[in-house]
């Protein structure tokens, strides 16, 4: 079954999402910390692993390969939940080759935009490979169908990495996902919110309202 993740770093999303009994975890990054008002990403972090009890991905910002298993060291040491978000570049996956050999050694491969790329990360040991399907979208480019094709390759040769399909814009990526076989999707609170709306649901929930009253009445 694929996971549904919630994409934000706000915890009043995550506190209401989580309520809905739909959540398997949160990914966040600095701009999405940013958004939320926050610079202390460890407390943060923390806080919205203990509301979700699941994966929670929290991104280095180093761009060199020393400075992010720094980073990734302590950021790892945070919660058994959290997973370090590296970026799919060279001195990334010299990173990640190192972290994936830890015990706690739970990585993210993020920043992905090609089927090469997510294969480098599943070569290396990431846990996740992050594919940006709406920006690969916004290049003219067809961001699903790197989904598809990372998950032809990733079961051809039994890769454990899984799928994760990222930069969700709206419910259609999400049908689309689903469909491709991604392991796990991560979407924006409001995405989310349109997931569960129909106006057909609405009408229909007020026309047996209004015959219950009828009867009752």
Known sequence: MAQLFLDTAKLEEIEEAASWGALDGVTTNPTLMMRAGTADLKTNTIKIAAIV?????????????????SEARDILSWSEHVFVKIPCT????KAIREIATWPN????????????????????????ASIFVGRIDDAGLDGMEVVRQSREIFDNYGF???????????TAHVVDALLA???IITVPFGVLQKMVRSPFTDVGLARFQADWEKVAG
């Open 181 to 183: 076989g991604a392991d």
């Open 53 to 69: 009890q699941g994966p929670v991905s929290a991104e280095v910002i180093s761009t060199d390969a020393a400075g992010m298993i």
């Open 90 to 93: 060279v001195e990334g996956l």
């Open 160 to 170: 454990d990495c899984q799928l994760l399909a990222a930069s969700i814009r709206h």
């Open 105 to 128: 050694g739970r990585v993210n491969c993020t920043l992905i935009f090609s089927p090469t790329q997510a294969y480098l990360a599943a070569k290396a040991g990431a846990a996740y």
